[in-house]
């Protein structure tokens, strides 16, 4: 992983969540995988400021599906408690995120410089006997990213993302 990035993951029991979710997709290409996750997040802020939700915790990108053309994913906020009144018609909605066991990697450094630490994972996954070729990533859909720290006011070297691979 870049010399900012945990080497060795940590194996983890997540607790399942309440959440403010919306389901996205977009074509594989990282910058068009951005672009769509910087707007259903933004249509998330949006709905939780409307419905003055506060958020209980790191925000989230579950990824569904994988292929070489496209990604889906579902965005999601963690909250403390069930929407008063609920969310309405729409895409955002709310809903609990199952826990369970995963290993937990560390990124530490821009988003853009994920996809260097995702190849580090995959070789130690490779190294662990848990994949043979990127096609086996599909055993562990959904996988998911936690966003430790806000982007709008911490620099980019220091971004935190936690990411789970989870267990059976």
């Known amino acids: 992983m870049s010399e900012h990035s ?7 029991e997540v607790q399942p969540v309440l959440a403010l979710q919306i389901a996205s997709e977009s ?7 951005s672009k769509a996750m910087e707007q259903a997040f933004c249509e998330l802020r949006l ?11 790191p925000p989230r990108a579950i990824y569904t599906a994988y292929s070489p053309d496209a990604v889906k994913f579902t965005v999601v906020m963690p909250i403390a408690s069930e929407v008063s009144g609920g969310i309405g018609d729409g895409p955002v909605m709310v809903g609990e995120v ?3 066991k995963a290993l937990r990697f560390v ?12 190849g580090k994972i995959t070789e130690w996954m490779k190294a ?5 070729s990127e096609a086996d990533w599909a055993k562990y859909v ?13 620099p980019a070297e220091e971004l935190i993302t936690q990411i789970y691979v989870p267990l059976p």
């Open 27 to 33: 074509r594989a290409d990282p910058q068009e995988i």
């Open 128 to 132: 662990n006997d848990m994949l043979e």
């Open 107 to 118: 990124h530490k450094g821009p988003y853009p410089k994920l996809m260097e630490t995702y």
């Open 47 to 57: 709905a939780s400021e409307a419905h003055t939700v506060q958020s209980a915790g």
């Open 6 to 12: 945990q080497t060795q993951p940590e194996r983890v």
């Open 142 to 154: 959904p996988m998911w990213e936690e966003y430790v720290n806000d982007p709008e006011s911490t």
């Open 98 to 100: 199952p826990g369970g």
